[in-house]
């Protein structure tokens, strides 16, 4: 049987703690990114930006399991990645992982709309759709390293990045951001507040 990792310090967020970073990443961060996008399909309506509901049964698939998948993955890698560094960050309890798992609610449609939507789909107008994929994807992986973030959970972001880049492209039917936003929604939760929130209520940390 495998060897248990040894047991990290954890640094504890409160509620409020919380919700000073949202507000302030929130004004910085998910404003403009959800103007950008928000402006360019009222003016525009392009089919590459994946404002449609696109092929309904295979984006809900997509969706549903890469968000299953995905958490458990991106809670692992924390683990791992935690364990190298000496130590996690983990919400205080239930309110504070909540409020946290709801602001990712919202992260992960906007960043889809800007990478995938704007980016991707953009670029993918005026060069092969591999390169477009490949440029958004490392535009969204080094994007990380504008916060707090070190340079290993920012490569680290490429594991998410990349299903995703290719979910956009391949997925059967017009362009959408539903699979994909709902697959980060989860890789988000699984990486972040709820699931090492998950992890110490299973005493896995």
């Known amino acids: 049987m495998g060897q248990r990792l040894p047991r990290l310090p954890l640094q504890y967020l ?11 990443d929130g004004l910085v961060r998910l404003v403009p990114f959800s103007a950008l996008a928000l402006a360019v399909e009222v003016i525009w309506h392009p089919r590459w930006m994946g404002f449609s509901l696109g092929r309904l049964d295979a984006q809900l698939w997509f969706g549903f399991t890469g968000a299953v998948v995905l ?57 092969p759709i591999p390169i477009a994929m490949t440029i958004a994807t490392a535009i969204y992986v080094l994007y990380h390293r504008l916060g707090p973030w070190p340079w290993p959970d920012v490569a680290a972001t490429a594991l998410v990045g990349v299903p995703l880049a290719l979910a956009f492209w391949l997925l059967p039917g017009p362009p959408s951001l539903l699979g994909v936003s709902i697959a980060h929604i989860g890789a988000t939760c699984g990486f972040l507040g709820p699931g090492t929130y998950l992890m110490r209520r299973l005493n896995l940390v």
């Open 71 to 127: 958490f458990v993955g991106s809670a692992g890698v924390q683990r791992l990645l935690s364990q190298a560094r000496g130590g996690m960050t983990v919400p205080s309890g239930p309110g504070s992982a909540s409020v946290e798992g709801g602001y990712y609610l919202l992260n992960g449609p906007i960043e889809e709309a800007v990478f995938r939507g704007f980016v991707q789909g953009g670029l993918g107008m005026v060069v």
């Open 14 to 24: 409160g509620l409020h703690q919380n919700l000073l970073w949202m507000r302030r």
